[in-house]
């Protein structure tokens, strides 16, 4: 359909038939004064002709380029930062000869994907460029998403923002975003954008300058001619009491934040409930564990979840207290001891798993007790604290293999006329059963939390979906579909960036995305793991590129420590990544 009407746009702006109402509007857009010098493309032009990207500096800038001289441009700029790839021998396209010049340029660009939306089966070489086609093939091969909602943002940004039809206004926007969109100089707040005019030569060269400058080639081009727009942005990170004292005392915990605020994150998910306790004074955990805060000597002397959000919202972060542990515990732990019942198990009769050298149980997610008791944490939070939401992770779930303990096989017994779980743990009908009734104590808690704070947001940060149901019986697909899902931070820890790439472009990523802000979780490292930071910041950009709406890192101690380079290159690394402060996207309306 894209291709289809796209296609029947080139022919009618290309043919000059824009009549009726449209031509009307295209009537009311100012033609742009000729750019008599050509100077502030310059510099960039020349920069491009040394990287041997440009043959010469050509002799005039203002004449409009064929789609042929677009391609072998392109094509060469793209050999400093892509892949190399094979050429193809053959192309689609009907009117591109094998032995002709572009040929080359033309396929390579086409295995990439950068003609997929507006050209079908004729080329046209000589054919001049229109400034639309030229962001259409960008965002297409570059893989560039808008994370804003396309035409708010451009009816903000463009004064003729009417002239960008709709089958294009994703790309034109995701363009705007990554800041590859040249115009020019206008003095006012919204710029002219001209879609529908010839790409001229300086267009093209400054926007492979803007390109390029994304992997440190010399950004040339005045910030007067290139669209800057500010997108909001979900920069995160946990703070957990793994491997780290950050929440161990006050002054640690200010100066993490400090950190933080000056590096430009907006977001921090302190957990609150991890390895059996809460990590803040809890009247609710008390007679159940028989402690009110996790044993630390630290947490004795003053309540952390109090102060994160104090000083948080001072330094203008949002703060959401991050259930860690969900239904998980330690085996030896005072929860486990004090409620027996409250343990699930294997068919076999065994409760624990091993992570790592901890072993593990699993609190019976489908108990009315557990569920009150984790139901009761969650209001007590959301009641007693200035949170802006409360996250809940993977750990909200169940291994697969769990589920066969008295009281759930009973459960299942009374809704299957009797009949007992299937011996088999990944039955589909079984695994079902049991995602189902999770499901529902999700909504539970997600109309709990509302109840009493209905600007908290409702946060979900899960595995894949693929591997999230199948193994721990994580249905967040529907969760998201239904409504219970406010912020999504996508648990994607995978070191090879084209799998990082597919899990984040996943059918069900993709429908979760139209509905609500949807962050990647990005690994920073373990102790015994350590992530580079070029890897880190292929992430980043990968994420940014794909329009997604921020991405939360991994943990706080990892972000500096444990990696080959020293703690101030790693913080410097993330200054590079946020050079300026932006806000979080609106979860709530």
């Known amino acids: 359909m894209l291709k289809t009407t796209v296609l029947g746009m080139v022919r009618g702006w290309r043919k000059g038939l824009l009549g009726g109402a449209f031509a009307s509007l295209v009537a009311l857009v100012p033609e742009a004064e000729a750019q008599v010098s050509t100077s502030w493309v310059e510099p960039c032009v020349e920069n491009l002709v040394e990287a041997e990207i440009l043959e010469d500096v050509p002799d005039r800038l203002n004449v409009p380029m064929t789609r042929a001289e677009f391609a072998r441009t392109l094509d060469r700029t793209l050999e400093r930062t892509f892949p190399e790839i094979e050429t193809p021998r053959e192309t689609r396209f ?5 032995n002709s010049p572009e040929f080359e340029a033309i396929a390579r660009l086409e295995r990439r994907g950068f003609w997929e939306s507006f050209l079908d089966l004729v080329f046209g070489s000589d054919r001049k460029l229109a400034r639309w086609e030229m962001w259409v093939a960008l965002t297409d091969g570059l893989d560039y998403r808008a994370a804003q909602t396309p035409r708010s943002l451009l009816d903000r940004t463009y004064r003729d923002a009417i002239l960008v039809p709709p089958d294009i206004e994703a790309a034109i926007a995701a363009a705007t975003e990554r800041q590859i969109v040249v115009v020019s100089p206008s003095g006012e707040d919204a710029h002219w954008l001209y879609p529908y005019r010839l790409a001229t030569r300086a267009d093209v060269a400054a926007t492979m300058c803007l390109i390029l400058a994304k992997d440190g080639f010399p950004n040339s081009i005045p910030e007067e001619y290139a669209v800057r727009v500010t997108v909001p942005e979900i920069r995160g990170v946990w703070l957990t009491n793994v491997d780290s004292e950050v929440l161990f005392s006050r002054r640690e915990l200010r100066q993490a934040i400090d950190r933080l605020h000056r590096l430009n994150f907006n977001t ?11 990590l803040y004074p809890s009247a609710v955990a008390e007679p ?9 000597p630290g947490l004795q002397r003053y309540d952390m979840l109090a102060e994160a959000i104090e000083y948080g919202h001072r330094k203008g972060l949002r703060v959401i207290p991050w259930f860690e542990f969900g239904f998980q515990a330690p085996s030896y732990s005072e929860l486990a001891r004090r409620n027996p019942d409250w ?6 009769g065994s409760q624990t798993i091993m992570e790592g050298e901890h072993e593990r149980v699993w609190l019976n997610p489908f108990h009315p007790e557990v569920q009150q008791f984790i139901l009761d944490l969650l209001v007590e939070i959301a009641s007693n604290y200035d949170i802006d939401g409360i996250q809940l992770d993977d750990h909200l779930g169940l291994p697969v293999e769990f589920g066969y303990d008295a009281y759930t096989v009973e459960l299942y017994r009374s809704e299957h006329d009797g009949a007992a779980p299937p011996e ?8 079902r059963w049991r995602a189902d009734k999770i499901t529902e104590f999700v909504g539970r808690a997600f109309r709990a939390v509302k109840a009493v704070n209905p600007d908290a947001v409702f946060s979900v940060s899960p595995n894949p979906q693929h591997f999230a149901y199948s193994r721990y019986l994580q249905d967040w697909e529907s969760w998201e579909r239904i409504g219970y899902i406010e912020e999504l931070v996508l648990q994607v820890y995978r070191d090879d960036i084209d799998v990082f790439a597919m899990e984040l472009q996943r059918p069900e990523v993709e429908a979760a995305r139209h509905h609500i802000p949807v962050g990647i979780a990005i690994l920073t490292g373990l102790k015994n793991r350590p992530i580079e930071l070029d890897l880190i910041r292929q992430k980043v950009r990968k994420t940014r590129e794909l329009g997604f709406s921020g991405m939360s890192f991994f943990f706080y101690e990892s972000l500096w420590n444990w990696a080959e380079d020293p703690p101030e290159v790693r913080e410097g690394g993330f200054a590079e990544l946020f050079p300026e402060a932006v806000v979080a996207p609106d979860v709530i309306d």
């Open 424 to 431: 088999d743990y990944t039955d589909p009908d079984w695994i």
């Open 288 to 296: 159940v564990i028989g402690r009110a805060v996790d044993p630390e």
């Open 343 to 348: 343990l699930t198990q294997r068919s076999d």
């Open 268 to 278: 921090l998910y302190p957990t609150v409930w991890n390895w059996g306790y809460t």
């Open 94 to 98: 009907t009117d591109v000869a094998t």
